[in-house]
């Protein structure tokens, strides 16, 4: 994954990553490229998502919607939030996760859905 990121806080319903503004992220005008935040978004996604499914149930992401608010011209924070679920019943999940520059602005929004589903016994 070009962005690297580095995970800073994990426990369930709750994810925190970071990466750096680097050269290989950035886009022709100087600011963290939008692919490059949507990864980071999919990245904290996964990490909350993996934290939070119950054990006996699986995860998988099954659509995005992202807003760039604002050009990201630091390294960035993501914190990606996912609610409670009910166990035992596959299911739609939202997991929110926002993007903050240097300066705590909110650059980058996105919710992704995940699809939970029981693990079929083997």
Same mark, same amino acid.
């Given at each position: 994954?070009?962005? /690297?990121?580095?995970?800073?806080?994990? !426990?369930?319903? /709750?994810?925190?990553?970071?990466?750096?503004? /680097?050269? /290989?992220?950035?886009?022709?005008?100087?600011?963290?490229?939008?692919?490059?935040?949507?990864?980071?978004?999919?990245?904290?996604?996964?990490?909350?998502? !993996?934290?939070?499914?119950?054990?006996g149930m699986r995860w998988i992401p099954k659509g995005m919607?992202?807003?760039?608010?604002?050009?990201?011209?630091?390294?960035?924070?993501?914190?990606?939030?996912?609610? !409670?679920?009910?166990?035992? !019943?596959?299911?739609?999940?939202?997991?929110?996760?926002?993007?903050?520059?240097?300066?705590g602005a909110v650059v980058v929004h996105a919710d992704i859905?995940?699809?939970l589903s029981v693990r079929r016994a083997k």
């Amino acid at each position: 994954m070009s962005v /690297r990121p580095v995970m800073d806080e994990l !426990e369930p319903g /709750r994810a925190v990553a970071r990466m750096k503004k /680097r050269r /290989r992220v950035q886009n022709h005008i100087g600011t963290v490229h939008a692919i490059a935040c949507a990864n980071l978004c999919e990245f904290v996604a996964g990490l909350v998502a !993996e934290a939070t499914t119950p054990v006996g149930m699986r995860w998988i992401p099954k659509g995005m919607s992202i807003d760039y608010l604002a050009k990201a011209g630091t390294s960035l924070r993501a914190v990606g939030q996912m609610p !409670e679920i009910s166990r035992d !019943e596959s299911q739609d999940v939202v997991v929110s996760v926002d993007v903050f520059d240097r300066d705590g602005a909110v650059v980058v929004h996105a919710d992704i859905t995940m699809y939970l589903s029981v693990r079929r016994a083997k």
